[in-house]
């Protein structure tokens, strides 16, 4: 009887272990509304973030700069920008630096408070940048795993609400639709009329015609 006991128990530990480790993975689609908030400006952006556990497409969309794709794998530590340049089609393979902190610019610190955003209910977070003169407020679940957003790979769950600091200002990113339905495998395929290239030989390519930048998602 008491062996019985014990493998209940056993058993009914493990299986809490498995459903805490696959409670953080996702698979869906995650809509994010993109505003700059330092400068007022009339441009309409949107980041449409594909997940299918380890597989990843992320599209953004903006009036001025159009539409722009990358597929990461995240177990192979794999990522690919497609690009179309004078009428040819690439599969740029580059090095995938959200898992990179040597150059961090933000400090997290946690605070109290909640907030609900596409109809998650988030907690929040305080960040401080470099670059910024005020601590900004971030808010986020720890249903999901930080790592289906490329950027801030350490924060404690999946973003809902926060802000990006670049070379063109700062950026506040809102989770607008959240859908659990599983997309099709052939979305994180890339395209049989795009060519796979390193970074290096895409910008010998590209060096003479100005469209050298690669998006970095």
Known sequence: MIKLLLFTVLLYCSLQVCWGQDANHFSGTLTYRIERVDVKDS???KMIIFARDSLIKIVNFSSDFGKQETIKHLIYQ?????????????????KDSSNDETAKTYAFHPTKGHSKIAGLKGKKLEVKFTLVQDDLTFIYTPKIAAKY???????PGLLLQYYVVNDHGLYKYTLESIDEKNPPLSLFMIPADYQKISLKTFMEKSANTGNSSIPNN
Do not use: T
């Open 149 to 155: 957003l490329g950027a801030f790979p350490d924060a």
């Open 78 to 94: 794999k990522k690919y920008v497609l690009i179309e340049v004078d009428n040819e089609k690439f599969a740029v393979q580059i």
């Open 43 to 45: 441009v309409q952006a």
